[in-house]
């Protein structure tokens, strides 16, 4: 017997599992330090409008800004994680963030906000692409678990610090607290940048549950194919929804009157806001892990049919029953449970269908749908004017997750396993060939 054949046999080293379970901690802790930037944004807005006077629509721009360039940088940030590795990458992004932080804090011009969120966009986007991108190479067996705790590092990172950065508002004054929070985040993820490594073929191992092509395909592959564009009409259409309610909860809780709204809870008393700001982030983290760990097991398309349903229903509830505190708090949890999701639900199964050799430039192509979904946060403000009331877009909201749901059962699970087949048959004609020539 050979001595390759031998060391095939062998299991993984002990140390292997326990590598990669370090590997995903330090992620997550990157992406908990990255996650104000974008999630705490909405306790600035009504600060900015007061001091400059500024039009809400005209200070929201910067939103815009930071998903795009965010977002849209992607595939580019994917071939520098291909090239550089992941410690580079994410502490390029770090310095990023900071700066970013520290420009909001002396901004006083719109332009000025501007550029921080062009900033911070290249700097999370490098840091949240190379993150994902690790956890997918890591956990073959286990992508949907993998990614949703990290991504809900990102997506709940927040929920600590959201009482204390609106507490150092209410005290100190937005632009200390843009310094003091841009300093503290940029440093954190700096230092754990140094620990994160990407795995060799021996430390991952397939999933013996779920269909993954076992072909790595390129990006140009990727893109002739139906599954690729399905999958990024549908990343869209679920994306808009969660991308409206990050950035405007705070001013629709202020419309719908409940913003300063005491919530009693006996043990302690909060305004409605900030508590739904703080369970709303809760919600979002535990739906990552939670939705990505029930997708090992059955399936992408099934656990997308789940949760596009339930987040549909849950913004047709929010709009109907809005006013109400309580309604505001329990379905503003529900919306951003059935949202987080969407980050570990296609890039596990974009990993799953092209593999990982190129998976950061191809899931970055994919993740430009949230740079599209964000175009549509100014025309949430628009709509409402237009109309009066917030239902309009709730509604509109809805109907593209539901379509979204109705795609994953009646399109998604036929393409991708025709996808899978064709990828096996084709492996196995290019292996046939290459031992041909």
Known sequence: MSQATLNAQRPLPATSDKTRWIQLIVGVVCMIATANIQYAWT????????????????????????VLVQTWLAPIEGHFIDKFGPRVMVAFGAVMIGFAWVINSQATSLFGFYVGAAMGGIGVGS?????????????????????????????????????????????????????????????????????????????????????QATRDYTLKEALSTKLFWLMFVMFILVVTGGMMAVAQLGVIAKDLGVKEFQVDLHFFVMAALPLALMLDRIMNGISRPLFGWVSDNIGREKTMVIAFTLEGLGIIALGYFGSNPWAFLILSGVVFLAWGEVYSLFSALAGDAFGTKHIGKI??????????????????????????????????????????????????????????????????RENAAAAAT
């Not at 709730?394 to 109705?406: I, S």
Request: charged fraction near 10%; hydrophobic fraction near 55%; charge should be positive.
């Open 127 to 211: 840091i949240y692409s190379t993150c994902i991108n690790n956890a997918l190479k890591w956990f073959p067996d286990r992508r949907g678990l993998a990614v949703g705790l990290t991504a809900g590092g990102y997506g709940a990172g927040s929920a600590a610090t959201i009482l204390p950065i609106a507490a150092m508002i209410e005290s100190s004054g937005f632009q200390h607290t843009f310094l003091f929070f841009g300093i503290l985040q940029g440093s954190l993820a700096f230092v754990a940048a140094w620990f994160l490594r990407s795995p060799s073929k021996s430390e991952v191992k397939a999933s013996s549950k779920l269909t």
């Open 43 to 66: 306790l600035f807005v009504p600060e900015i409008q007061d001091k400059f006077g500024w039009a809400r629509a005209e200070i929201q721009i910067a939103f815009t800004l930071f």
């Open 363 to 428: 899931y970055g192509v994919l993740y430009t749908a949230k740079g599209i979904g964000a175009l549509f946060v100014p025309l949430g403000n628009l709509m409402m004017e237009a109309t009066g009331t917030w239902s309009t877009v709730l509604y509109t909201v809805a109907l593209m997750d539901l379509t979204a749901a109705f795609l994953a059962i009646m399109m998604l699970r036929p393409v991708l396993a025709k996808h899978v087949s064709f990828s096996k048959s084709l492996m196995m």
